[in-house]
């Protein structure tokens, strides 16, 4: 491509700023001592353990200084998205040379001994590792696991009108599900509103080990799938530098260009069709600059680029390649004697929050603002008896969550996400305040769709979590409702923000965010016609594995107490919480008064359905989650009716982090509270929500470990009913009660009948079932009468 868009003095100016970031991006990789060469290289100026990623990096570090050209010369707000994995060296190189780093780190100084601490934290002990990881300034996306960068683009940029997240996709990452989806993200994206994402394929060739697809099918079939999606490509395409500086100078000025065009034509002439938004894809050999034999084999452009190509300590040949390597950057022309970058390459960069590393939406917890919050007790159900039976907890909570989209439309920071289940999971009352932002094509019968939206759906878990991992990271509030057993499909995207959070919180200079909220609904207990593959609660294992600092798990009883709970989730920074409740009329226990102390202290004694005041109790039924809850009410009430000598204490938890001891969390209960709850020796039956090994694993510390039985799910469904769900699983109130008197000390004859009855109940239950697919009468009908 032949283009004048770069004087030769701006061409040659280029050239060696990327050449300085090259030479940075190889020091790290390399070298331990001897920063700028002021001595011939020796083996101890080598690291002993070589550990990082060059294939990606000379590329990103031309994107990056191409970037910051457009950026001073369009004035731009930018933010830089590493999505190839590993590319830290360039990231990092990138904002020293623009002097963040040695802000944000002031002992990485920008002097020879900065560039020598710079050059031994990388990929070292206690140092910092080799991708986009929190402690680079500027960096949203970690890069460490591939496919969620382009996602995290476009959350960055929902309701962010001035703000281009350039984002740049390995070919290799482009080959994860999660990436092949994300490229439709330009259908939700509204150039009124939003800002603009412009896509970077980096295309060099290779991945680990194998070839990428996307380079090696034809240009005309690339740029038909990338058509296809919905985009405009300007293609780069070389290894000769000075060619493709003019080619790449070209591309991102059409890019701005035509991304400034579509923006205006959209909000002042009002076109609200569909843009082709441009994106650009750069192909340029992988490891480019680099060795390009080593060993008698190929280097530069091949897959053996990818990570460390050449190992001095263990090759004493590597040694002289690797000073010729790095001297090949010229570095006595790009630093001067102390080694500061010389005063003409510096001003390449842009000042103060115009450069990437600084911008402040790379560090959300900045630009946030509380959420403007209605008084949830204002949706309170009213409750003149426990038992009275409610329309559904999440149905309850919709109302209070229109209105906090109400009350922050202006603010616009607070969005809803879900894969198509806003409606399912119960919160339809959304759709009285706001629609599902959507800018493909619309038809008569569509329901609730316009081009802008507080409610983000797209039949991708993928997408909905990175869209709101990256509204959350540039400073917005928001929460993502999903069935509860297809919240698994994010795990690994979960664990991933929890890591960046953990990591975050102990970064004095990164702001704390709004935390990320997970509605699960449609939960296992209830999925009556859709079956097994529907019933899985697992999510909650993973969850508590991550750090204690970050994560919370709740399990709301009824509606008022999904209120309290909820309010405190949207208020609360810099946590993952996870709410599961129920959909489906249930009963509803406490009053709004009595939910908020309750929820406030997240675990306690339900003294109107105990009957142990000022004795000990004979047996503890504990219960966390509303069905489980409800089949503890149920069996307690069978108990008191046919054993009304039994003293039994009622223990509700909603915040499942209790129950751990505070040495391993800080919400835990100390072991006099615990043992004051339940007991240091009676028998506790315990009514879980899910897996029930958890809360042996929770609470194997404390002294009545070993008297604690617990029920939860078990892996056992199918196509049934709600009750029979629990009869399957042994979460009855038949087996709860059962569990009861077979774990009383000395249990009386009247108590052996009433089991024998129980037992006799469920085999008339499975009957029941059998000839008429539905719960029995008296079980469906039940009514709290303690």
């Given at each position: 491509?032949?283009t004048?868009?770069?004087?030769?003095?701006?061409?040659?100016?280029?050239?060696?700023?990327?050449?300085?970031?090259?030479?940075?991006?190889?020091?790290?990789?390399?070298?331990?001592?001897?920063?700028?060469?002021?001595?011939?290289?020796?083996?101890?100026?080598?690291?002993?353990?070589?550990?990082?990623?060059w294939?990606?990096?000379?590329g990103?570090?031309?994107?990056?200084?191409?970037?910051?050209?457009?950026?001073?010369?369009?004035?731009?707000?930018?933010?830089?998205?590493?999505?190839?994995?590993?590319?830290?060296?360039?990231?990092?190189?990138?904002?020293?040379?623009?002097?963040?780093?040695?802000?944000?780190?002031?002992?990485?100084?920008?002097?020879?001994?900065?560039?020598?601490?710079l050059?031994?934290?990388?990929?070292?002990?206690?140092?910092?590792?080799?991708?986009?990881s929190?402690?680079?300034?500027?960096?949203?996306?970690e890069?460490?696991?591939?496919?969620?960068?382009?996602?995290?683009?476009?959350?960055?940029?929902?309701?962010?009108?001035d703000?281009?997240?350039?984002?740049?996709?390995?070919?290799?990452?482009?080959?994860?599900?999660?990436?092949?989806?994300?490229?439709?993200?330009?259908?939700?994206l509204?150039?009124?509103?939003?800002?603009?994402?412009?896509?970077?394929?980096?295309?060099?060739?290779?991945?680990?080990?194998?070839?990428?697809?996307?380079?090696?099918?034809?240009?005309?079939?690339?740029?038909?799938?990338?058509?296809?999606?919905?985009?405009?490509?300007?293609?780069?395409?070389?290894h000769?530098?000075?060619l493709?500086?003019?080619?790449?100078?070209?591309?991102?000025?059409?890019?701005?260009?035509?991304?400034?065009?579509?923006?205006?034509?959209?909000r002042?002439?009002?076109?609200?069709?569909?843009?082709?938004?441009?994106?650009?894809?750069?192909a340029?050999?992988?490891?480019?600059?680099?060795?390009?034999?080593?060993?008698?084999?190929?280097?530069?452009?091949?897959?053996?680029a990818?990570?460390?190509?050449?190992?001095?300590?263990?090759?004493?040949?590597?040694?002289a390649?690797?000073?010729?390597?790095?001297?090949?950057y010229?570095?006595?022309?790009l630093?001067?004697?102390?080694?500061?970058?010389?005063?003409?390459?510096?001003?390449?960069?842009?000042?103060?929050?115009r450069?990437?590393?600084?911008?402040?939406?790379?560090?959300?917890?900045?630009?946030?603002?509380?959420?403007?919050?209605?008084?949830?007790?204002?949706?309170?159900?009213?409750?003149?008896?426990?038992g009275?039976?409610?329309?559904?907890?999440?149905?309850?909570?919709?109302?209070?969550?229109?209105?906090?989209?109400?009350?922050?439309?202006?603010?616009?920071?607070?969005?809803?996400?879900?894969?198509?289940?806003?409606?399912?999971?119960?919160?339809?009352?959304?759709?009285?305040?706001?629609r599902?932002?959507?800018?493909?094509?619309?038809?008569?019968?569509?329901?609730?769709?316009?081009?802008?939206?507080?409610?983000?759906?797209?039949?991708?878990?993928?997408?909905?979590?990175?869209?709101?991992?990256?509204?959350?990271?540039?400073?917005?509030?928001?929460?993502?409702?999903?069935?509860?057993?297809?919240?698994?499909?994010?795990?690994?995207?979960?664990?991933q923000?929890?890591?960046?959070l953990?990591?975050?919180?102990?970064?004095?200079?990164?702001?704390?965010?709004?935390?990320?909220?997970?509605?699960?609904?449609?939960?296992?207990?209830?999925?009556?016609?859709?079956?097994?593959?529907?019933?899985?609660?697992?999510?909650?294992d993973?969850?508590?594995?991550?750090?204690?600092?970050?994560?919370r798990?709740?399990?709301?009883?009824?509606?008022?107490?999904?209120?309290?709970?909820?309010?405190?989730c949207?208020?609360?920074?810099?946590?993952?919480?996870?709410v599961?409740?129920?959909?489906?009329?249930?009963?509803?226990?406490?009053?709004?008064?009595a939910?908020?102390?309750?929820?406030?202290?997240?675990?306690?004694?339900?003294?109107?359905?105990s009957?142990?005041?000022?004795?000990?109790?004979?047996?503890?039924?504990?219960?966390?989650?509303?069905?489980?809850?409800?089949?503890?009410?149920?069996?307690?009430?069978?108990?008191?009716?046919?054993?009304?000598?039994?003293?039994?204490?009622?223990?509700?938890?909603?915040?499942?982090?209790?129950?751990?001891?505070?040495?391993?969390?800080?919400?835990?209960?100390?072991?006099?509270?615990?043992?004051?709850?339940?007991?240091?020796?009676?028998?506790?039956?315990?009514?879980?929500?899910?897996?029930?090994?958890?809360?042996?694993?929770?609470?194997?510390?404390?002294?009545?470990?070993?008297?604690?039985?617990?029920?939860?799910?078990?892996?056992?469904?199918?196509?049934?009913?709600?009750f029979?769900?629990?009869?399957?699983?042994?979460?009855?109130?038949?087996?709860?009660?059962?569990?009861?008197?077979d774990?009383?000390?000395?249990?009386?004859?009247?108590?052996?009948?009433?089991?024998?009855?129980?037992?006799?109940?469920?085999?008339?239950?499975?009957?029941?079932i059998?000839?008429?697919?539905?719960?029995?009468?008296?079980?469906?009908?039940?009514?709290?009468?303690?």
């Amino acid at each position: 491509m032949n283009t004048r868009s770069l004087s030769p003095d701006l061409l040659r100016k280029i050239d060696a700023y990327w050449r300085a970031a090259n030479y940075l991006s190889v020091g790290q990789i390399y070298l331990y001592d001897n920063p700028l060469l002021k001595r011939p290289l020796a083996l101890t100026d080598v690291k002993r353990m070589l550990l990082g990623h060059w294939g990606t990096t000379p590329g990103q570090n031309f994107i990056y200084v191409h970037l910051n050209r457009v950026i001073k010369k369009y004035d731009l707000d930018m933010i830089y998205v590493s999505g190839p994995g590993h590319g830290g060296p360039a990231v990092v190189a990138n904002t020293y040379l623009e002097g963040t780093y040695s802000e944000v780190y002031p002992n990485i100084s920008q002097d020879e001994a900065g560039l020598q601490r710079l050059f031994r934290q990388f990929s070292f002990p206690g140092g910092i590792p080799s991708h986009a990881s929190p402690e680079c300034p500027g960096s949203i996306h970690e890069g460490g696991e591939l496919g969620y960068s382009l996602s995290h683009s476009f959350g960055a940029v929902f309701d962010n009108p001035d703000l281009i997240a350039a984002c740049v996709v390995g070919d290799g990452e482009a080959e994860t599900g999660p990436l092949a989806t994300a490229w439709h993200s330009n259908k939700f994206l509204d150039p009124v509103t939003d800002g603009a994402v412009l896509p970077i394929l980096h295309l060099n060739g290779y991945k680990i080990a194998n070839p990428t697809i996307l380079a090696r099918i034809t240009r005309e079939e690339l740029e038909q799938f990338l058509r296809g999606c919905g985009w405009t490509p300007h293609f780069v395409e070389g290894h000769e530098p000075d060619l493709m500086h003019e080619a790449m100078a070209t591309a991102l000025d059409t890019a701005v260009e035509q991304i400034r065009n579509i923006q205006q034509d959209a909000r002042q002439h009002g076109n609200r069709i569909r843009p082709r938004w441009p994106m650009v894809v750069l192909a340029s050999p992988k490891g480019w600059t680099g060795p390009r034999m080593v060993d008698g084999l190929q280097n530069e452009g091949t897959f053996r680029a990818h990570q460390v190509p050449l190992h001095p300590n263990v090759h004493s040949q590597d040694l002289a390649l690797l000073e010729q390597w790095l001297r090949s950057y010229r570095p006595e022309e790009l630093f001067d004697e102390q080694g500061r970058l010389q005063a003409e390459l510096a001003e390449l960069a842009p000042t103060g929050t115009r450069r990437m590393g600084a911008n402040p939406h790379a560090n959300g917890g900045m630009l946030l603002r509380d959420l403007r919050m209605p008084d949830f007790r204002d949706y309170a159900v009213d409750v003149p008896a426990p038992g009275t039976i409610g329309i559904g907890d999440t149905r309850v909570l919709g109302p209070f969550l229109r209105d906090v989209v109400r009350l922050n439309e202006a603010q616009r920071n607070f969005r809803v996400f879900g894969p198509d289940e806003t409606i399912s999971n119960g919160l339809a009352a959304l759709f009285e305040t706001t629609r599902r932002q959507w800018d493909a094509a619309t038809v008569p019968n569509d329901e609730f769709l316009a081009p802008t939206g507080r409610v983000m759906e797209m039949l991708s878990e993928h997408q909905c979590e990175g869209w709101l991992e990256g509204y959350l990271l540039t400073g917005r509030h928001g929460l993502f409702n999903c069935y509860e057993a297809f919240i698994h499909i994010i795990d690994s995207m979960f664990n991933q923000h929890a890591k960046w959070l953990t990591m975050t919180a102990h970064l004095p200079w990164r702001r704390k965010i709004a935390s990320l909220n997970y509605l699960l609904a449609s939960h296992v207990w209830r999925q009556d016609h859709n079956g097994f593959t529907h019933q899985d609660p697992g999510f909650i294992d993973l969850v508590v594995n991550k750090k204690a600092e970050v994560v919370r798990v709740y399990f709301p009883p009824d509606a008022n107490c999904l209120l309290s709970v909820m309010d405190h989730c949207l208020r609360s920074r810099h946590y993952v919480n996870v709410v599961v409740a129920g959909k489906h009329p249930a009963p509803q226990w406490l009053t709004m008064d009595a939910a908020v102390k309750h929820c406030t202290q997240g675990i306690g004694i339900w003294q109107w359905a105990s009957n142990d005041h000022a004795v000990a109790p004979d047996v503890v039924m504990a219960c966390c989650g509303d069905v489980p809850t409800l089949e503890t009410l149920a069996a307690v009430s069978i108990l008191r009716e046919h054993l009304p000598e039994l003293k039994i204490r009622v223990v509700n938890v909603v915040d499942l982090m209790k129950l751990q001891p505070p040495s391993e969390h800080p919400h835990g209960l100390s072991d006099m509270d615990f043992d004051e709850l339940f007991t240091r020796d009676k028998p506790v039956i315990f009514a879980y929500h899910a897996y029930p090994w958890l809360i042996h694993r929770l609470t194997y510390r404390r002294t009545n470990h070993d008297n604690i039985h617990v029920r939860g799910y078990k892996e056992e469904g199918t196509i049934t009913t709600p009750f029979d769900m629990t009869v399957r699983n042994d979460l009855d109130r038949f087996h709860l009660a059962m569990d009861a008197i077979d774990r009383l000390p000395q249990t009386a004859d009247k108590g052996l009948y009433l089991k024998q009855q129980l037992k006799d109940k469920l085999i008339e239950h499975r009957q029941y079932i059998n000839t008429h697919g539905q719960d029995m009468p008296e079980i469906r009908d039940w009514k709290w009468t303690g």
